[in-house]
DNA sequence: ACCTGAACACCGTTCAAGT
DNA sequence: ACCTGAACACCGTTCAAGT
């Protein structure tokens, strides 16, 4: 429900970005998205500094733009977060891809947890704000990670299906095993090492 | 430094619980204890409604009391829930020194972080308040907990001493990774018994 | 159309006024 | 002393007014 019923934007295509608003204060569709650019940029260099948690006050205002705005380029707070993941979910999607070509379903898979535990990181509060919505599809984090569901369990039947990962685990509970861990990195960042190695012995079967 | 200098209670001990507060307005220590057990009675009922991270505001008005009252016996939020949580962290404090006394330090440590982990998950909301207090000390739960590191400390040495369990972790990072996994009990209440035999596969020498 | 920011709702915490 | 609740600070979200 989220896409429009009409996606044609042929009428707009070859104006040039650069030109001012008409007399009217009529704005072309470049401004507009050169916005929810700025607002993407805003809330990474926010994020980094403040956390995932940050006031979107503050993101409004990095970006040189009312709160408004905002809410005009992403309906809640969580969907700005989303946007900001999206580079990093796809990202996960690629490699998950190529490391089922390249590596055995076991290391696959660990190799693949590690990364997904180091994109959670990236921001403080990151990770918190992710875990309580993975689980729900109708959040915007969940359903930005339908695919990523999909890819990764496929590894996680692959190596299910060779015996190197317990058979009590579904791909929801991974994801969430895996989301809890960078929690864990979050608060002890020295022992991150110990903490995905961790989570990798604990899918190993008993 | 909870506790305060002087215990005896002898002088009030025989008076009348409904009895009025005295002309000039003095209420006597009968009826700031009795208001203390209300809210922390309150806090409980909310808790286990609403979460642990209610609005205050719920507690007070169960209580029947004003949010003043609230901070006058708790500083904050956070001294409200370790209040709430201290019967359980001294129950944590008895069942390990029963366990370590009953068990091989294995099945002693893998039976006490199952408690632990069931206890985080009381309320829901209660492990997310936890997490970040785990590790400051000077933080109430933080603080509460110092008693809670000593007894699982030694039950993890014990462990890791049989070779049982990996050396690579410290009690705050097992505590840390204990409050995590019941943050994903709390997501996943389903899955409970798979996510603490993860943990407990987790801590084992790889 | 799109943007702005004042306004509203909510919640933690404080403190002047009451007893 | 202790209790009360209005007041303040903060933050997410909305919407009437501007362009």
Redesign the pocket.
Known sequence: MRESPEGRLVAYQDRTPSQDPAPG???D?A??RR?RELLLAAARAVYAEEGA?????AVAARA??????V???F???DALVEAVLVDHLAALDGLATHLRCTHEPHDALAAWLQEFVRRLTEYRGLAGVVLPQMKDPHSPVGQACQRLREVAGEMLVDAQRDGSVRSDVDVLLMLTLANAVALVVEQRPHQAGSALSFMVSGLRPE
Do not use: E, F, I
Request: glycine share 16%.
């Open positions: 204060g009529r704005r569709r401004d507009v916005n948690d940050a006031p979107l006050k040189g733009l009312g709160v408004g705005t809410y005009r380029h309906a809640t707070q």
